[in-house]
């Protein structure tokens, strides 16, 4: 499906498919509902231009749905944006960066190559729009406790799924016994959102994989 997003605060920005776009390709070969197809055109239309300018009308256009379909799903926009948080962008760091993680027979190994994967999968497409997880959360976290709780609990997840991960390189005697397994998990998952915000602000997947590579050679470091 061809998406003509608005972009960010009203400014245009060229038509792309949703298989164009790292966050926003389909998860799932089933057709959607109706109320699946709201939610991921709300995702979208949050993603380019905030919560807070977010055009129900816009979503409503790219869906076909009409005003009484959205409010039988939805009683109101906070709600529809708090179903975005917990179903769409939830379901989507789980999926490519929290169970991705869980079978590594060789878990620094493992991570390493999972990195580098991707890395390459993004395109400059991807680092102008940003992450939906943190561009969400530098919106809304801030003013709305609703949205904090919710994006609180994503990030929790994330971090403790590396921790997770470091825990079994620890039991395999994989990394040295000074790593605490929870405060790295933190810190790999900023390193990598970092890298997508330095990424974003230069204008340069060089500075993406200047930060990819600065985190292989950490996992290096703390390998025995």
């Not at 605060?9 to 966050?23: A, S």
């Not at 816009?58 to 799903?73: Q, S």
């Not at 906070?78 to 789980?94: P, S």
């Amino acid at each position: 499906m061809t998406y003509i997003p608005v972009g960010m605060y009203g400014c245009p920005v060229t038509g792309f498919t949703d298989n164009d776009v790292y966050w926003w390709r389909p998860l799932h070969e089933r057709k959607p509902d109706t109320r699946e197809r709201i939610l991921f055109a709300a995702y979208k239309e949050i993603h380019l231009n905030g919560f807070q300018s977010a055009s129900l009308s816009h979503i409503l256009a790219h869906t076909g749905a009409t005003k009484g379909a959205l409010y039988h799903h939805f009683r109101d926009k906070t709600e529809l944006g708090y179903a975005v948080v917990d179903e769409v962008i939830a379901e989507r760091i789980h999926l490519g960066f929290i169970q991705p993680l869980e079978d590594f027979a060789d878990p620094i190994e493992g991570f390493v190559a999972f990195i580098q994967r991707v890395g390459d999968a993004f395109s400059m497409t991807d680092i102008e729009l940003g992450c939906p997880l943190s561009v969400l959360a530098q919106e809304m976290a801030p003013i709305d406790e609703g949205f904090r709780t919710r994006l609180t609990a994503i990030y929790e997840q994330w971090h403790q799924s590396i921790a997770d991960m470091l825990i079994r390189a620890k039991e395999m005697e994989l990394i040295v016994d000074e790593v605490d397994p929870y405060t790295m998990g933190v810190t790999m998952a900023s390193i990598m959102e970092g890298g997508l915000n330095a990424a974003k602000v230069s204008q340069s997947l060089d500075k993406l994989y200047l930060c990819g590579q600065g985190l292989v050679q950490l996992l290096r470091l703390i390998r025995k």
